[in-house]
């Protein structure tokens, strides 16, 4: 089933439930499907969608810490349950083994020899973590590989 057909069911369900936040949450992220689709003049892919989720919840988490800095616990749960939702229909994650697995391979694979070739290493990864790894953490992973 295609990821869009999963979110609209999804949606679906949580209609009938009655569950507004988890309703709440998947009407963001097939709101924030169809700006990109109209913004873009094109149809979104697995591939894209997973990236505008993977991008809707770095946003979530990035606020989640705000607002416990701010002491503001209440609305930094609402943020980690948005962020659980999303996460159901992201790919499952790569473990650190997997990841570090990846990215000697992507070196091996372009030939880098130092830092100036972390741009074609990281072209070789993204579309194979894209969704499933922290990607901060795998260019930390890769610089220190490269160094």
Known sequence: ???????????????????????????????????????????????????????????????????????????????????????EFMPQPLTDDEVAQLVSHAIAESGASGMQDMGQVMAILKPQIQGRADMGKVSGLVKGQLA
Do not use: F
Request: aromatic share 2%; charged share 35%; no cysteine.
């Open 1 to 87: 089933m295609a990821l869009i057909d999963q979110l609209k069911e999804e949606q679906k369900l949580a209609m009938k439930a009655k569950d507004k936040p988890r309703l709440g949450t998947i009407r963001l992220a097939l709101s924030a499907i169809k700006q990109r689709e109209v913004d873009e003049h094109i149809t979104l892919g697995d591939e894209d969608i997973v990236a505008v989720l993977t991008k809707m919840v770095k946003q979530r988490r990035d606020s989640a810490a705000q607002y416990e800095s701010a002491g503001r616990q209440d609305l930094a749960d609402a943020e980690n349950y948005e962020i659980t939702v999303l996460e």
